[in-house]
């Protein structure tokens, strides 16, 4: 709620939000009325026989569960210019662009005024939790984000990242200072050609105004690991840059120089002063505090592929708080972190019920199911959806999403386990992506599971004082029988015994039935550890962004498949020594 100060009104925002989730199951028909209301003459509702119907029991009757592949071809002819009630009542104002690691290519989905209503009405939900345990003074964010470039598709729309569509919108910047995340980069920085030349300027005005920033956030915490790791390659540049007023010339575009020149001045006792504050630091301990010391938390996206930059991220924040951003996807937002003294690996997000229409599979398998797994799934009939409210604690669910976009029972593939009620909306906690990352004969291994293998392998390495930087891995069916690859980017030199152990440990915790099985009777071939030159995970980032991804959006490919070549090439053409497992030997 915007008071007419301008600025939200935490303790109101709280009350409405509580009174809407007392009674979450009313409000999501309520929800679905209107959807459905606004979008009843769409073509795509009329072909599947709603006839206007607006009841969850006719919807769910009549409209089926689909995946981005089955809305393609609506997306297209909007995004072609079709201009014609396609999917939604109201035209597609703008296209957004998923972040692309997965698939290799990003996918297309319809952005409107409605899914920026819900963006800043979850913005402003979770400032009021959070300023309620943490309250901010007047300040400055540190907010490390970039905006990608936006393109015309065929039928004029503006396409872009869905991060760019929000920080394009006109009411973008007026809702953050309303919730005190005024950026202290300029627009210029955000919006700049080059997010080497972005990051950098990012960081130099967080030195400026250091002791106003009262956060430091990004849209993920891979983005802001980068970032301090950027600071620690250049922080004598930007010292030096205080010092003597005058950017550095590795800073070319015109447009940042220019709006840069308006706040760099010559300041030598702060240059001094930052430059004794890192010679004085162990190892770049607790960095983030000692430049920025009036900061009191750390925010960003945290969960799933991020959880292995926690790590780094905790040694650069030292004692100051982190907390998970909240959760959504490209498609759109769920839930808000309305518990931000959860640390980030048991944060929760509570669902906001009247920013869409939810359903949510069971997941969990009977023991009949399990004992049958090597037979085709085909033998397995789906659970039927539940709605919000019949969720179970505990157990875990697919979330099925309709929103106000066009998006009608769309399988979001995110997995998550719900850990209790705040009032009557669940709090979800995400687990993985449903996917299958790593599959070669009758194995079937998740994200998840792919992140406790590397965890475990990652311990023998921490014992010889060594890092993972990052990792990924392929599934190699070109090899007769087919095998798994890790690929590792280690900060230093590890001995070859350590290597073939991490290898075989690799290996042994992929502890899938159907992965050990077809080991033993070597059905599938021993894991094989490449590792990988340091700077090979900068080229991937490098190679997304050249395709226009942005920045701030990138997560890292956790499985490279064979269609996405041009980074399974990078990763190939990079790789300093190889391990073949003998676990299973």
């Known amino acids: 709620m915007l008071e007419k100060t301008g600025e939200v009104n935490p303790e109101k925002v709280i009350e409405e939000f509580e009174a809407m989730t007392k009674d979450a199951g009313r409000v999501q028909k309520e929800t679905l009325t209107k959807i459905l209301e606004e979008n009843g003459d ?34 297209q002819r909007i995004a072609d210019g079709d201009t014609s009630q396609v999917l939604t009542g109201k035209p ?45 003074g007047n300040g400055k964010a ?95 540049e930007l010292c030096a840059d205080i010092r003597e007023g005058a950017l550095s010339s590795r800073i070319t575009d015109p447009s940042i ?7 760099l001045h010559p300041d030598p006792v702060k240059a001094d002063l930052i430059y004794n504050k890192c010679l004085n630091l162990s190892n770049w301990y607790g960095l983030i505090p000692a430049l920025f010391p009036n900061a009191k938390y750390i925010s960003g996206i945290m969960t799933g592929s991020m959880l292995p930059y926690l790590k780094k991220l905790r040694h650069y924040a ?15 937002w769920i839930g808000a972190n309305v518990n931000p003294k959860l640390p980030p690996e048991l944060a929760t997000f509570a669902v906001l019920p009247d920013i869409g229409y939810f359903e949510f599979i069971p997941l969990n398998e009977s023991i009949e199911d399990k004992e049958q797994d090597d037979v085709s799934d085909f033998l397995r009939i789906e659970p039927k959806p539940v709605g919000l409210t019949e969720v179970k604690v505990g157990e875990e669910y697919e979330i099925i999403v309709t929103n106000f976009a066009g998006l009608y029972r769309y399988r979001l593939g995110d997995v998550v386990k719900v850990m209790g009620f705040h009032n009557s909306t669940p709090e979800l906690q995400f687990v993985c992506r449903r996917n299958l990352l790593l599959t070669v004969n009758i194995d079937k291994n998740t994200e998840k599971d792919l992140q406790l293998s590397v965890e475990a392998a990652q311990r023998l390495l921490a014992n010889e004082k060594l890092e993972l930087v990052d990792f990924t891995s392929h599934a190699d069916l070109a ?54 030159r340091r700077g090979t995970f900068q080229k991937i980032l490098d190679h997304y962004v050249s395709l226009g991804a942005a920045v701030s959006q990138f997560k890292t490919p956790r499985c490279v498949g064979a269609t996405n070549n041009q980074v ?18």
């Open 42 to 75: 769409a073509e795509y509702l009329l072909k599947h026989g709603l006839g206007g119907r607006t009841d969850p029991e006719s919807f769910k009757s009549c409209v089926p569960l689909v995946t981005h592949k089955d809305l393609e071809p609506y997306i």
């Open 92 to 136: 597609i104002t703008s296209i957004s662009l998923s972040s692309g690691t997965a698939q290799g290519k990003p996918k297309f989905v319809p952005f409107n005024d409605e899914l920026m209503d819900s963006t800043m009405q979850i913005y402003r939900t979770s400032f009021a939790y959070r300023n309620r345990d943490f309250p901010l």
């Open 142 to 236: 540190l907010q490390i984000v970039y905006s990608s470039k936006q393109f015309l598709t065929k039928g004029g729309l503006a396409a872009g990242t869905a991060t760019t569509n929000v920080f394009r919108h006109p009411r973008f910047k007026k809702e953050m200072k309303a919730i005190m995340s005024q950026c202290c980069s300029p627009d210029e920085v955000i919006f700049g050609p080059d997010f080497h030349q972005s990051l950098y300027c990012h960081l130099l005005c967080g030195l400026i105004y250091g002791e106003e920033v009262q956060f430091v956030a990004s849209t993920f915490a891979h983005s802001i690991v980068h970032a301090f790791e950027t600071f620690v390659q250049y922080w004598e």
């Open 257 to 263: 120089r220019s709006a840069m020149s308006k706040i």
């Open 318 to 332: 030292g004692e100051l708080p982190i907390m998970s951003a909240d959760y959504g996807s490209s498609e759109g």
């Open 479 to 532: 090899s007769e029988p087919g095998h798994y690859v890790i690929f590792w980017e280690i900060n230093g030199e590890a001995s070859e015994e350590v290597l073939n152990e991490c290898c075989n440990c690799l290996d042994r915790s992929f502890v899938d039935a159907g992965y050990v099985s077809a080991r033993k009777v070597k059905a599938i071939g021993p894991l094989e550890l490449r590792v990988v």
């Open 568 to 585: 399974l090439q990078i990763l190939c053409s990079n790789v300093d020594r190889k391990y073949f497992s003998t676990a299973f030997a």
